[in-house]
């Protein structure tokens, strides 16, 4: 497929977000990347030159992400679609054992940051009059652990949020997605695991996770379908992935 659209991008430098971005690309999108790793994005931007726009920037830093949406060259002014894929989970344990910092970092990315790039993004969006929010939750979202407090907590308000901002979309002609993976290989088990790659492979090794293009293809599907149709939700989890914690 062939497409000529301007798609923005959030975690742009890893995970699901790059796989979206791929995939975006080599079907002719434009894609505005958003990532906090200068060094990846230019990279990027090397590989894909004229079709990808860094935009070096924390999803938590609201101002400087509205300036810099507001700044964009005109080829990538008009935005046609948003995947919100930066998030992440930080610290092991019960909620006595993570500390201040892993839930500040946590809810302000994941809550505020997917607040922050929604709200500088959706006015060009509906004024397009033909955009799309895909939001990534998680399978964190639906069942309840050990261990997921706050990360999974986060994840819900991700689904709630998107069901909630759907209503008020109702008749904008913008759709709004909501993904939730389960186990999904990226780094984020070495962003949870501090870096400490051996600890980060051991929360893939008793299944075979998802990879990012699995979840990527997922969200590109939704935002192919016919424009008179909404994917609400998707929820994909490893054929191994235990759920009886449901
Ligand atoms: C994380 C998915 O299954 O590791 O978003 O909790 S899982």
């Given at each position: 497929m062939k497409?000529d ?5 959030t975690g742009v430098t ?5 796989a ?5 690309l ?13 060094d ?6 090397d ?11 924390d999803?938590?830093d609201?101002q ?5 949406i507001?700044e964009l060259?005109?080829k ?12 992440l989970?930080?610290?092991?344990g019960?909620?006595l054992?993570?500390?201040?910092e892993?839930?500040?970092t946590?809810l302000d990315?994941n809550v505020?940051g997917?607040?922050?790039v929604t709200?500088?993004?959706l ?6 009059g033909h ?9 964190g ?6 261990g997921?407090?706050v ?7 991700v689904d709630?949020?998107g069901r909630c ?5 109702v008749g904008?002609?913008?759709?709004l997605?909501?993904i939730?993976?389960g186990?999904t290989?990226?780094?984020?088990a070495?962003v949870?695991?501090n870096?400490?790659?051996?600890r980060a ?21 939704a935002?192919?379908q016919p424009t008179?149709?909404?994917?609400n939700?998707i929820?994909?989890?490893p054929a191994?992935?235990?759920?009886s914690y449901r």
């Open positions: 497409t659209e301007t798609v923005v991008v890893s995970g699901i977000g790059l979206c971005a791929r995939i975006l080599k079907q002719g999108s434009k894609v505005i990347g958003i990532g906090r790793r200068e990846r994005l230019n990279a990027l931007a590989e894909y030159h004229g079709s990808f726009h860094a935009i070096n920037c999803v938590r609201s400087t992400l509205n300036e810099r507001n060259p005109a990538f002014a008009a935005i046609d679609k948003l995947v919100n894929a930066a998030g989970l930080q610290g092991h019960k909620l054992d993570i500390t201040d892993h839930i500040q946590m990315t505020h997917l607040i922050n709200r500088a993004v006015p060009r969006l509906i004024a397009g955009g799309h929010v895909v939001n990534l939750s998680s399978i979202a639906h069942v309840h652990y050990q997921g407090h990360y999974a907590a986060s994840k819900a308000f709630h949020f901002l759907r209503t008020e979309l904008s002609r913008v759709r997605t909501t939730a993976p186990k290989r990226s780094e984020f070495l949870q695991n870096g400490d790659q051996v492979d051991k929360v893939y090794s008793s299944l075979t996770p998802l990879e990012p293009e699995d979840v990527a293809n997922a969200v590109v599907w935002l192919r008179h149709v909404n994917i939700l929820e994909l989890t191994d992935q235990e759920l």
